[in-house]
């Protein structure tokens, strides 16, 4: 049995790092570091598979494994390095990967310019979050949340007639042309050309077992669909209706998956902007046990009089393989959850974590503010119940252009790096992306400005469990004794009861029953506190020296 020189030991406890307030916090008197960045290192060969178009989502595991998108499709890569270092992480030499796990029809074997196909994901296909859970009849499988798009498409200058040019199939009367930039979308530098822009937000999903490597394959069991616009795609006159949904999150919570997005709302003047039509964000959910059947995403909606509603999303009817069949049929009514005045702000992403040991969640939404000069913000807003949402309660960050802003589609990450969607909400991340296709990701730290000692903050309870660690009280030379019930990786730290980290250990465990020496001669007599953590769950022990 190896020895571990390094401090802790005594009784089992449960802790929470959370303010135990029984109110919402007040983050005005948090730190907010500034912004740090992670970059990421791969061979020549895969080195564009490691981009960063928007904020790597994970799915923990043994290793967390990264979802990485380039730019139209997306890979994965598996780490035990988190994005919390401030170092570059290198795939080379701590990581597995890449595999490819979504692409876009226009870059597929199969693609025919001529020829209508796979029309959600025709020009982009890539995924922007995840949920992993047990299926009652696939079982433990991965789920991600595909940001599509169908749009006119450029590669290179659109006046050159070698360049490669992808038509949309949805708007069809809205050809390209080389002369009109705001009918295509590409050149250089590279502009969104609206006119001719549709999107969609689709669902994948690929069982998390031994046989896929832990979900490490291609998300080949897809969805297609599953929301769709209240305003439709275009009129039955063949005139664009919306630019349609964009940028997913998700969350799992009470056996519901929660996937939010923008809805782009009336595309300029062509249509009357209707109740429940609105731009802004949008949330649908499903009940984890159908989550794998399209039909069973509703949308939230709250009707003039308050009654609130979940309603399915696609149309009667709406498959896959039929979607242009459906782009003059409108989607269900869905209600603005951030409740924004029309022309005031421009929503841009929005995304959402548990409080650890908490009955409250916390939203951080990217926006660009009219109502102040156009500036482009950060903001944090809470919900005790998912879809009523308070107005913002803190802006982390603004800026007066994109490029400043420097988290662009921001989401969360656990101070530990292991969940983008459970926080201590005394210590976590918000992180996010520089304009553009990068090989880096920018966090912002935010922590709790507390005078309360870290024993408290840890919140002992003895559970009478006093033969984890033997001998205690001790001389120095102990033993601890702990379980792993899943592959897991595991951080032991040792602190003083003052909060000072005197030591670290890492390892990655299968599960099962394990024993640990320690040595602590060489510090002080005294308490100490001994902190086992697995993924974002903490056993601590409290160890006596003498």
Same mark, same amino acid.
């Given at each position: 049995m190896k020895q571990i020189t390094l401090v802790f030991v005594a009784w089992f406890c449960t802790c929470s790092l959370t303010a135990q307030t029984g109110q919402l916090p007040d983050l005005h008197s948090f730190t907010?570091?500034?912004?740090?960045?992670?970059?990421?290192?791969?061979?020549?060969?895969? $080195?564009?598979?490691?981009?960063?178009?928007?904020?790597?989502?994970?799915?923990?595991?043994?290793? $967390?494994?990264?979802?990485?998108?380039?730019?139209?499709?997306?890979?994965?890569?598996?780490?035990?390095?988190?994005?919390?270092?401030?170092?570059?992480?290198?795939?080379?030499?701590?990581g597995v990967g890449p595999y490819n796990v979504s692409k876009s029809y226009i870059n597929s074997e199969a693609y025919h310019?001529?020829?209508?196909?796979?029309?959600?994901?025709?020009?982009?296909?890539?995924?922007?979050?995840?949920?992993?859970?047990?299926?009652?009849?696939?079982?433990?499988?991965?789920?991600?949340?595909?940001?599509?798009?169908?749009?006119?498409?450029?590669?290179?200058e659109a006046k050159n007639p070698m360049s490669k040019k992808y038509p949309n199939t949805i708007q069809k009367n809205c050809p390209i042309d080389p002369f009109?930039?705001?009918?295509?979308?590409?050149?250089?530098?590279?502009?969104?050309?609206?006119?001719?822009?549709?999107?969609?937000?689709?669902?994948?999903?690929?069982?998390?077992?031994?046989?896929?490597?832990?979900?490490q394959q291609f998300f080949s069991n897809e969805l297609g669909p599953i929301v769709w616009p209240a305003n439709a795609y275009v009129t039955t006159q063949g005139v664009k209706?919306?630019?349609?949904?964009?940028?997913?999150?998700?969350?799992?919570h009470n056996n519901y998956v929660y996937v939010y997005y923008v809805e782009s709302g009336a595309?300029?003047?062509?249509?009357?902007?209707?109740?429940?039509?609105?731009e802004g964000i949008k949330v649908a959910r499903a009940p984890l046990n159908d989550a794998l059947n399209p039909l069973s995403y509703?949308?939230?909606? $709250?009707?003039?009089?308050?009654?609130?509603?979940?309603?399915?999303?696609?149309?009667?009817?709406?498959?896959?393989?039929?979607?242009l069949d459906f782009i003059t049929v409108k989607g269900a009514k869905a209600t603005d959850i951030m409740g924004d005045t029309k022309n005031e702000a421009q929503e841009i992403r929005f995304s959402v974590a548990k409080v650890e040991h908490e009955n409250y969640f916390i939203g951080v939404e990217e926006f660009?503010?009219?109502?102040?000069?156009?500036?482009?913000?950060?903001?944090?807003?809470?919900?005790?119940?998912?879809?009523?949402?308070?107005?913002?309660?803190?802006?982390?960050?603004?800026?007066? $252009?994109?490029?400043?802003?420097?988290?662009?589609?921001?989401?969360?990450?656990?101070?530990?790096?292991?969940?983008?969607?459970?926080?201590?909400?005394?210590?976590?991340?918000?992180?996010?992306?520089?304009?553009?296709?990068?090989?880096?990701?920018?966090?912002?730290?935010?922590?709790?400005n507390t005078t309360k000692d870290f024993a408290s903050r840890l919140m002992l309870q003895s559970l009478?469990?006093?033969?984890?660690v033997l001998p205690n009280p001790n001389a120095g030379l102990f033993t601890l004794n702990y379980y792993i019930d899943s592959l897991s990786a595991v951080e032991i730290t040792m602190h003083s009861m003052q909060g000072h980290q005197v030591g670290m250990w890492r390892s990655e465990k299968k599960p099962g029953k394990y024993q640990e020496e320690f040595n602590i001669s060489r510090y002080p007599a005294g308490i100490y506190l001994l902190a086992v953590r697995t993924r974002n769950r903490y056993n601590v022990y409290q160890v006596l020296k003498r």
């Open positions: 907010v570091d500034e912004v740090t960045s992670v970059t990421f290192e791969a061979r020549a060969r895969d $080195k564009g598979k490691a981009k960063t178009e928007v904020p790597p989502w994970i799915i923990p595991g043994g290793w $967390k494994s990264y979802l990485f998108v380039d730019g139209s499709g997306s890979y994965i890569w598996s780490s035990p390095s988190p994005l919390t270092t401030n170092r570059s992480i290198n795939f080379r030499q701590e310019n001529l020829k209508p196909g796979y029309d959600w994901k025709r020009t982009y296909h890539a995924i922007y979050s995840a949920a992993s859970f047990h299926h009652p009849n696939e079982g433990k499988v991965s789920l991600g949340f595909l940001h599509g798009e169908n749009k006119n498409y450029v590669s290179g009109d930039h705001t009918t295509y979308s590409g050149g250089s530098p590279y502009i969104e050309g609206w006119k001719a822009y549709n999107g969609i937000i689709s669902a994948a999903w690929v069982p998390n077992n031994e046989a896929t490597n832990w979900g209706a919306t630019c349609g949904l964009r940028h997913p999150s998700s969350i799992v595309y300029a003047d062509n249509i009357p902007d209707e109740e429940g039509c609105h509703e949308v939230y909606y $709250k009707a003039p009089d308050g009654e609130e509603s979940w309603n399915r999303s696609l149309p009667v009817g709406f498959t896959k393989e039929r979607m660009i503010d009219y109502s102040d000069k156009k500036l482009w913000k950060i903001a944090i807003r809470f919900s005790v119940d998912l879809v009523n949402w308070t107005d913002r309660r803190f802006i982390v960050r603004s800026a007066p $252009k994109w490029d400043e802003i420097r988290v662009n589609y921001p989401i969360f990450l656990s101070s530990d790096g292991w969940s983008n969607t459970e926080i201590d909400i005394n210590d976590f991340y918000i992180i996010g992306t520089d304009p553009g296709v990068n090989n880096s990701v920018n966090k912002i730290h935010l922590t709790a009478g469990l006093q033969h984890s």
